[in-house]
């Protein structure tokens, strides 16, 4: 069983910049795939970003050159430095985990086994 806890959410207005942190208990993560979703009201649960084992980074491509994953191993957590913000990127934002190195498709939801309870991120225009 892993547990996944984020934080950092919050109000802030266009342009701004906001990091999410997502903190991982019960397995060390690094051999995992991670990631961080968002869904907005009444919309799909979107894929945002994605880190495999090997540190390989996946983004897509409304957040491409804004959104910046990082991790830190030894810390069991994860980061979504989140810069240039728009009221578009408003929504509750999720990490989850496919706890195998490789295995699922980085940027489909349901190949994710593990699930945070979300942050909400509101940017005002």
């Known amino acids: 069983q892993v547990d996944l806890v984020e934080s950092g959410g919050g109000l802030v207005q266009a342009g701004d910049s906001l990091t999410l942190s997502c903190i991982a208990s019960?397995?060390?993560?690094?051999?995992?795939?991670m990631g961080w979703f968002r869904q907005a009201p009444g919309k799909e649960r979107d894929f945002v970003a994605a880190v495999r084992w090997t540190g390989l980074l996946y983004y897509g491509d409304s957040v491409e050159g804004r959104f910046t994953l990082s991790r830190d191993i030894a810390k069991n957590t994860m980061y979504l430095q989140m810069n240039s913000l728009r009221p578009e990127d408003t929504a509750v934002y999720y990490c989850a985990a496919i706890p195998a190195p490789n295995r699922g498709n980085y940027a489909r939801a349901e190949d994710y086994e593990y699930w945070g309870q979300g942050t909400q991120v509101t940017v005002s225009s």
């Open positions: 019960g397995h060390t993560f690094g051999d995992y795939t």
